[in-house]
């Protein structure tokens, strides 16, 4: 081989040596590029990640310290109440949310047009005082049930299942029954109640109960049940308070 030619043929190979780094050069740099592009692709997924798992933390932990603020809230206002205001504040609630349903349930299903009435009465007047005492417990941060407890639903079921003749006798007798009781705990949280909002309350709502009361005495079932039960009561209050005069008296004698 000549002199030329050994010249060209170094010429070539060093060419080709130059292109070669070249590529080697141009693919370490696409590996880089790709390299840094996965490792940035996975920090802002770990940091997307963490930032989404923060704000959920961040939204239970808000829930959380939401709910123990109402729950504290609630307990500060029943603190803030006597036990017998306390007492009469949930037992109206509830009171007042089986009349309602019992009160639709009789307006649908009552044989006596009497017991269709005077359920739709009590679904009236009964929503209208439920909302009242439900602005009124709200206002000292206090939340009142919404639902029956089992006790209440339970008598709300079985009268449900009654037809006829049967029901209008069974719903009349427990709504002369629960007014009876209704008017007493009314009468007296309007004269001792310790709170003047509820005492207010239990003054403006007791006519509308007492109605009620008598109404509920002319139902099917109820005639005279009314009278014989308060005959009932004056003699034995008779009854005791004569054994009470014979006993001092014996007791008086030498």
Not at 25 to 43: E, F, L, Y
Not at 135 to 141: F, H, P
Not at 172 to 194: P, Q
Request: glycine fraction near 6%.
């Amino acid at each position: 081989m000549s002199n030329h030619q050994l010249v060209k043929s170094a010429q070539i190979w060093f060419l080709a040596a130059i292109l070669m780094c070249g590529a080697w050069a141009i693919a370490g740099k696409a590996d880089d590029i790709n390299s840094h592009d996965q490792n940035s692709n996975q920090n802002s997924n770990s940091n997307s990640n963490s930032n989404a798992n923060t704000s959920r933390s961040q939204n239970r932990n808000a829930n959380r310290s939401n709910r123990n603020s109402s729950a504290t809230g609630e307990q500060a206002g029943m603190a803030n109440l006597s036990s017998g205001d306390r007492d009469f504040l949930m037992d109206a609630a509830m009171g007042g949310l089986m009349e309602v349903e019992l009160g639709r349930v009789a307006a649908k299903q009552g044989t006596s047009e009497a017991v269709k009435q005077f359920g739709q009465r009590m679904v009236d007047d009964h929503s209208k005082a439920n909302q009242e005492l439900m602005t009124l417990a709200t206002s000292k941060g206090i939340t009142l049930p919404t639902t029956l407890d089992d006790k209440h639903r339970e008598h709300v079921t079985k009268l449900s299942a009654m037809t006829g003749a049967d029901f209008d006798r069974a719903y009349s007798k427990m709504m002369l029954s629960d007014h009876n009781k209704d008017v007493s705990e009314f009468e007296k949280e309007s004269s001792k109640g310790a709170d003047a909002d509820l005492r207010a309350f239990a003054s403006k709502t007791l006519p509308t109960l007492k109605e009620h009361q008598q109404m509920a005495k002319t139902l099917p079932g109820n005639v005279g049940r009314g009278s014989s039960n308060s005959n009932n009561s004056n003699s034995d209050r008779r009854s005791n308070k004569n054994s009470n005069g014979n006993s001092n008296s014996n007791s008086n004698r030498p």
